[in-house]
């Protein structure tokens, strides 16, 4: 026992080379930054640098979309007024009026006057069908000037009139229901900001 250390450590055997102390493994970042340095088979080495590829791609696009969301985006030019807006569909219907079928004409051209009427009065008239239009008039009589409910009414009756029935003359009917449009547009009163903005519920 009055041996010193280092005698003592000298006498101790070297561990088989089987049993020396395990290495510890590299490290998976590692491993796939450079698959090519630890032996692996092609595919494997292949498939680890497909996956890399996938993965800076994804991150990529990624930063891209969340940058794009941080950028002011530019704003939507404003609509033109009501009153404008429909006055120039009308100038746009007439000049093709020669070329567009009667049913298509009213159509497009009823499209106009409600999208008119909701913009200018906020009714619901472009989802709603005319008899829906027309229930919302007797449950709140006072949603438009009386005399435009009525030229309203009228001109939607025109217009299915002309989608619905085998009527003669499509060349009068269309510039009568241009001329009706127009009149209506321009010779609209002036809105006041507290109608409906909604049908009544059954």
């Known amino acids: 026992m009055g041996e010193d250390l280092a ?4 006498k101790i055997p070297d561990l088989p080379a089987g049993l020396a102390e395990p290495v510890s493994p590299p ?3 590692w491993i796939a930054a450079r698959p090519d340095l630890f032996d692996l088979p092609t595919w494997a080495v292949a498939a680890i640098f497909l996956a890399d590829a996938v993965m800076v791609l994804v991150l990529v696009l990624a930063l891209r ?4 969301y941080t950028r002011p985006r530019p704003a939507a030019p404003p609509l033109p ?6 006055l120039a569909s009308l100038a746009a219907l007439r000049g093709v009026a020669e070329q567009t079928p009667l049913r298509d004409f009213a159509l497009k051209i009823s499209a106009v006057i409600r ?5 200018e009065y906020g009714i619901v008239l472009t989802t709603q069908t005319q008899e829906e239009f027309a229930g919302l008039l007797d449950h709140y009589p006072d949603a438009l000037p009386e005399k435009l409910s009525r030229d309203l009414l009228s001109f939607l009756d025109l217009c299915d009139d002309a989608k619905f029935k085998s009527v003669t003359g499509s060349d009068s009917l269309k510039s009568k229901l241009w001329d009706g449009a127009d009149a209506i547009i321009r010779h609209a009163p002036v809105p006041v900001r507290t109608r409906p903005s909604a049908a009544p519920s059954t």
């Open 7 to 10: 005698q003592m450590a000298e």
């Open 27 to 29: 490290s998976m970042i």
């Open 65 to 68: 979309r969340a940058l794009a």
């Open 81 to 86: 007024p009501p009153h404008d807006e429909a």
């Open 115 to 119: 999208r008119f009427a909701e913009r």
